[in-house]
């Protein structure tokens, strides 16, 4: 039985017995949230482990970068409500927060965007990759190779105990990645790749490396950059999320962070997670029409079909996702600016959320629209593949992907992540010759 009194600001003591052994173990309190029972000397003082599959209960690291009450819908960068950033800033100030700590200086911004438009282009054999991928690759496996052999150029940026060569990686990977999906973009459709411009910010030079051709001038439509601007803003960072958590995990056995972030990359692709905007999107399709929601909605009721309405439900959000309702907003725009606001799509889509937020069930286990849910909808009439939306979440994440990664490494308490188990499976047994099996 647990008994923590929370006297202190920052330090309390917890106690609880098992079997006939008690236990005291500190009580550590954040700034904001819940109060972390640190079990760190946990099994050298009972033998026992905890169990928390899904790590439900379960706080993997201390951090100051991002803060999220799912209850009530909050999510902040460094202090900073999404909102406020999503509307008054931009993508790069973004990252310079989530590196930094602080939101940037007039002469340090410009100086940080500076240094990312430097590093926009990517090694010419690097690109030569890509030639070897068949053509209807999915870009998220290509992006997954290419981000990962990204270790095999840089080797400047690759000794992680050097502060420096740790903020070059950084540095690199937020100012390659969109070449790189881009690259992927253009490689799937048999279209020259197009150089990064670096007069042109962070969106819009993606923008124009995924749809300009050599044959005819580019213009960039600033709603159509703002938009993926906010998207990118939106998407950077999310706390201790399975992509996150991956990239932590893999960077603490000391790998450097081209690797890290390939992993990163990795485990975002999953539907569950990034992979959702894409479901989400398909499902919509699926659907097509409004008159078949309810069978759907059916569906996704019956404990017996595993079919999930794709863009709904968070793990941590248990009330409406802020991100979702800025992207939202933005989708309106973006499909008043291509003439798409009468797209079924979205016609689908507006009545699926409001027959799933007056439905009983999703109601009881708090299921509401997560960002996914519009995010599909505003880069498909961005003119975006349905293939590309995960690409375009790495992007974005890859800012928070390196915040976490470096301060995990900065952390002096940082040690290899190593979860031990329950092991359910046979007892010690002899090997039995094949002839007598
Ligand atoms: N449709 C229907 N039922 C659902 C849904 C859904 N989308 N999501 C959860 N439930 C039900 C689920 O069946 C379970 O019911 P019961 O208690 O009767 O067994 C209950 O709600 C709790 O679900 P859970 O799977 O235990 O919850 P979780 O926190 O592990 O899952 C989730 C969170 C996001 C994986 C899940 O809600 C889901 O699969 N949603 C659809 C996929 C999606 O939109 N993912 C994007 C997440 S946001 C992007 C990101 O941050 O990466």
């Not at 080797?155 to 690259?183: G, N, V, Y």
């Not at 790998?255 to 989400?280: D, K, Q, R, S």
């Not at 599909?376 to 995960?390: H, V």
Request: charged share 20%.
């Amino acid at each position: 039985m647990l008994d923590a009194t929370a006297s202190a600001p920052t330090s309390t003591t917890g106690s609880f017995t098992i079997g006939d052994k008690f236990v005291s173990v500190p009580v550590r309190q954040g700034t904001l949230g819940p109060s972390v029972v640190d079990i760190g000397k946990l099994y050298s003082q009972t033998g026992v482990f905890t169990y928390d599959p899904g790590f439900t209960s379960t706080a993997s690291c201390e951090s100051k970068i991002t803060y999220i009450d799912g209850d009530n819908g909050i999510l902040l960068y460094r202090g900073y409500p999404i909102e406020q950033l999503a509307e008054k800033g931009d993508f790069l100030e973004t990252c310079y927060l989530l590196l930094y700590g602080e939101l940037p200086t007039a002469a340090q911004r410009a100086d940080f965007n500076y240094r990312i438009r430097r590093h926009t282009m990517v090694h010419e054999q690097l690109a030569r990759f890509f030639q070897g991928f068949r053509r209807d690759a999915h870009p998220m496996s290509v992006l997954v190779a290419s981000v990962g052999a990204l270790s095999a150029f840089y080797h400047d940026a690759t000794d992680i105990s050097e502060p420096h060569q740790r903020m070059l990686a950084s540095m690199r990977l937020i100012a390659k990645l969109p070449t790189l999906a881009a690259l992927a973009y253009k490689y799937a459709i048999g279209q020259p790749f197009i150089y990064p411009k670096n007069d042109l910010d962070y969106a819009s030079n993606f923008l124009r490396m995924c749809y300009a051709v050599p044959c005819e001038e580019y213009e960039v439509n600033p709603v159509m950059a703002r938009a993926l601007d906010q998207i990118f803003i939106l998407h950077a960072d999310h706390e201790q999320n399975a992509s996150t958590s991956t990239v932590r995990l893999a960077g603490s056995s000391g790998a450097n962070p081209f690797a890290c972030i390939a992993a990163g990359v990795a485990c975002l692709w999953g539907p569950a997670h990034g992979g959702a905007n894409e479901a989400a999107l398909k499902m919509l399709e699926e659907i097509g029409t409004v008159k078949n929601i309810p069978k759907y909605i059916a569906r996704a009721k019956d404990k017996n079909d595993p079919f999930r309405l794709m863009g709904f439900g968070h793990r941590v959000y248990k009330n409406y996702d802020p991100r979702a309702k800025i992207m939202q907003k933005r989708c309106h725009e973006v499909l008043n600016e291509t003439g798409r606001k009468d797209d079924p799509l979205l016609e689908v889509a507006m009545e699926l959320e409001q027959i799933a937020l007056s439905d009983e069930y999703f109601i009881e286990k708090k299921l509401y629209p997560n960002i996914d849910f519009y995010s599909g909808i505003t880069l498909k009439a961005m003119g975006f593949p349905t293939s590309m939306f995960t690409a375009l979440f790495a992007v974005a994440r890859t800012a928070g992907w390196v915040a976490q990664w470096k301060e995990m490494i900065e952390d002096p308490s940082q040690k290899i992540g190593r979860p031990r188990q329950l092991y359910t499976g046979a007892k010690q047994r002899d090997y039995v010759p094949i002839a007598q099996r």
